[in-house]
C-alpha cells in the first residue's frame, strides 16, 4: 500500500519519533572556548603587526626626512657656490670694466691734450667744448675693440657650439620627405 508513496530514503508514513522525542540542550549565547581563542590569537597577531608595521614606517618617514633635510642643505650649500663664483667673476669684470673706462679716459685726455693747440686759433677753430665731445666720440664706449673680444671669448648657455637643433633638423627632414611623396605620387599620376 505504501509503495508509490516513498521520497528518496525518506517514508512519509514512518513515525520520525520512534525512539522517543529528542532532548534538546539549550545553546549558551556567545563563542565557544575555541572560537574566543581565535579571535584573541587574531586580534594579538593584528595589533602586533599594526604595531611592528608602524614601527617601520615611521622610521622610513624619518629617515626620508633626514635624507630630504640633507639634500636641501647640499642645495643651499652649491647655490652659495654658485653666488661665489658668480660674485667673483662680476668681481673681475668689474675690474676689467674700470681698467676699459681708465684706458678709455687717459686716451680721451691725451686726444684733447693733442688738440688742445686747435682751440681759439681764429676763425672756425674748434672749442675746447667741440674738441671734447669729439675726442668721446672718437674714443667712445667699444671703440678699442676689447668688447668685441670678449664677446667673441663669450660661450653661449646652451652649449651646443651653434649649427642646428633637433626641431629644425626634424621640420627639414620631414619637408624632404614630402616634396619626394608629391613627386613621386605627380609621377604616378602622369604615368597613368
Not at 505504501?2 to 530514503?9: I, R
Amino acid at each position: 500500500m505504501n509503495q508509490g508513496m516513498t521520497f528518496g530514503n525518506v517514508n512519509p508514513y514512518e513515525d520520525v519519533n520512534a525512539y522517543g522525542t529528542s532532548v534538546v540542550k539549550p545553546q549558551k549565547a556567545g563563542l565557544t572556548r575555541r572560537g574566543k581563542i581565535a579571535i584573541a590569537v587574531a586580534g594579538v597577531a593584528i595589533v602586533g603587526g599594526g604595531t611592528i608595521w608602524w614601527n617601520v614606517h615611521s622610521a622610513s618617514v624619518e629617515a626620508d626626512r633626514k635624507e630630504a633635510a640633507a639634500l636641501q642643505l647640499q642645495m643651499k650649500k652649491l647655490e652659495l657656490e654658485e653666488l661665489r663664483i658668480r660674485n667673483e667673476a662680476k668681481a673681475k669684470e668689474d675690474k676689467a670694466d674700470q681698467a676699459a673706462a681708465a684706458a678709455r679716459q687717459a686716451r680721451v685726455d691725451q686726444c684733447v691734450k693733442d688738440l688742445s693747440d686747435l682751440v681759439g686759433k681764429g676763425y672756425g677753430s674748434p672749442s675746447r667744448a667741440d674738441v671734447i665731445a669729439d675726442c668721446k666720440q672718437q674714443y667712445g664706449e667699444g671703440v678699442n675693440g676689447s668688447d668685441m673680444a670678449a664677446a667673441a671669448a663669450e660661450k653661449g648657455t646652451n652649449g651646443d657650439g651653434g649649427g642646428i637643433n633637433s626641431a629644425t633638423l626634424l621640420g627639414l627632414v620631414a619637408g624632404g620627405a614630402l616634396v619626394i611623396a608629391v613627386a613621386a605620387n605627380k609621377g604616378k599620376k602622369t604615368a597613368a
